[in-house]
């Protein structure tokens, strides 16, 4: 695909449970970034990987969040026992190495009830 | 602590008329400024950005112009179209201290019409 691909675009789900969102970064982009969008906010960082790595966690709201990458590519953001405040539209960006400019996907919008 | 502000959450212009859009930073180690556009239900869209060095960048209908001693960044779409119609998004990167992640302001919603 020519763009930045985010699955499921919506989710709803019970506080208490676990979801896992995924983002699929255009081919050949080895850095990969998590932000959220919450009601009337502006965009939030989260996390930030170079290949698989991530030298940049310090956006991560709390430890019921992580995110991995494998193979350079695929991105998962896990939330673990949502709360409504993780209610929020989650972004994932790609970009060429050390590039400025970053690409987004259409988003993830969560709901937690 | 809001680094990146954009203190106007709408305007409304004519189509035609010259859209400007503003914003102001307080991070003197920001290097980088990009602009984005977002419509809704989408993720947001690249416009143009501007480096540090440079005071002024333009792409067709977009300029954006920096004024670093102010800290202080606009947008100007001219002519405006109601396509252009969508939330536009100030946002800075300091590469040298926080690699590239992007700060962003919280949009100014742009209407135009018709």
């Known amino acids: 695909g020519a763009g930045v691909s985010q699955s499921p675009s919506n989710k709803v789900t019970e506080k208490g449970k676990d979801v896992e969102l995924r983002c699929d970064p255009i081919s050949g982009h080895t850095a990969l970034y998590w932000y959220r969008q919450s009601l009337g906010q502006g965009l939030e960082f989260l996390i930030y990987?170079?290949?698989?790595?991530?030298?940049?966690k310090s956006g991560l709201p709390s430890d019921r969040f992580s995110a991995e990458r494998t193979g350079g590519s695929v991105s998962t953001l896990t939330i673990q026992r949502t709360q409504q405040e993780d209610s929020a539209v989650y972004l994932c960006?790609?970009?060429?190495?050390?590039?400025?400019?970053?690409?987004f996907g259409p988003g993830t919008r969560l709901l937690v009830l | 602590d809001q680094q990146v502000k954009q203190n106007s959450p709408s305007l409304s212009v004519q189509e035609g008329r010259i859209s400007i859009l503003n914003c102001d930073y307080t991070?003197?180690?920001?290097?980088?400024f990009l602009w984005y556009k977002k419509y809704p239900a989408e993720g947001p869209t690249f416009l143009i950005s501007i480096s540090s060095i440079k005071d002024k960048n333009e792409d067709g209908r977009f300029t954006v112009f920096l004024n670093k001693s102010a800290k202080h960044l606009s947008l100007h779409i001219v002519p405006s179209q109601p396509g252009d119609s969508a939330v536009y998004f100030c946002a800075a990167s300091a590469v040298v201290t926080s690699g590239s992640r992007l700060t962003f302001g919280e949009g100014t919603q742009l209407t135009v019409n018709p």
């Open positions: 990987f170079q290949g698989n790595s991530a030298p940049d």
């Open positions: 960006a790609s970009s060429y190495p050390w590039a400025e400019t970053q690409y």
């Open positions: 991070n003197s180690m920001f290097d980088y």
